[in-house]
């Protein structure tokens, strides 16, 4: 099947500094490409939508100035947490969607640790 | 009120033996529907999708019932490497594809 890949595949940092993790299609070209955060126990959330070329669509209750989301091309979306805070600890996961066809192929996901 | 439930279990289930689960969903106008699995500490990882008709993959079998508004997902003989959680995701009729997950059914498989 598609491969997606996230960098890095987990990260600690100091509360206050940003974070950026990559998700990338490595052999489709993905339209679409979606965020989501998992905390424990819990469902998968949807934080964005992101269309190559075009601003991201954010869910209800996610701040698109702390979730700073660019989709550069078809096959590299980034998600930049700014002034991580240790409540935003939680693993990052992207998906990519193929051009055609419902089917997302989900990356290995990104743990964030802010201490 | 959640768009996709599920029993979290765990079910615990003898190698072997058959286990089968359900999850309901709140959105009426849901046109696709889909089993994955989540490994502790891993992404999702789609099972299979759920046809109308019901559909079968190996030991995996999933049915819809739209009436209901539930998806089922049974498993056979199974394996101790079928221990996960498996995820019931839901497709809204938004044309980008957004899924809805529910939280996960736990299934152990003990030998």
């Known amino acids: 099947g598609a491969v997606v890949s996230q960098h890095p595949s987990w990260v600690i940092c100091k509360s206050g500094t940003s974070v950026k993790i990559e998700c990338r299609s490595l052999?489709?070209?993905?339209?679409?490409m979606f965020w989501y955060r998992q905390f424990p126990k819990q469902s998968l959330m949807l934080m964005a939508t992101s269309n190559e070329g075009s601003k991201a669509t954010y869910e209800q209750g996610v701040e698109k100035d702390k979730f700073l989301i660019n989709h550069a091309s078809l096959t590299l979306s980034t998600l930049t947490v700014t002034s991580a805070h240790p409540e935003d600890s939680s693993f990052y996961i992207c998906?990519?969607?193929?051009?055609?066809?419902?089917?997302?192929?989900f990356g290995p996901g990104t743990r964030l640790l802010v201490l | 009120r959640k768009e996709v439930e599920q029993d979290p279990g765990p079910f615990n289930v003898p190698e072997g033996a058959t286990v089968a689960f359900n999850c309901t969903y709140s959105?009426?106008?849901?046109?696709?529907f889909f089993w994955y699995r989540q490994d502790c500490r891993k992404e999702p990882k789609l099972l299979m999708s759920v046809y109308s008709s019901g559909n079968e993959d190996g030991r995996f079998t999933a049915q819809l019932n739209r009436a209901s508004q539930y998806i089922s997902l049974l498993i056979r003989d199974s394996k101790l490497s079928d221990s996960a959680t498996y995820l019931c995701v839901v497709a809204t009729t938004d044309s980008w594809g957004k899924l809805q997950f529910g939280a996960g059914t736990q299934v152990v498989v003990t030998p």
């Open positions: 998906s990519a969607r193929l051009t055609s066809g419902e089917t997302q192929y």
């Open positions: 052999d489709f070209q993905a339209t679409t």
């Open positions: 959105n009426s106008a849901s046109q696709s």
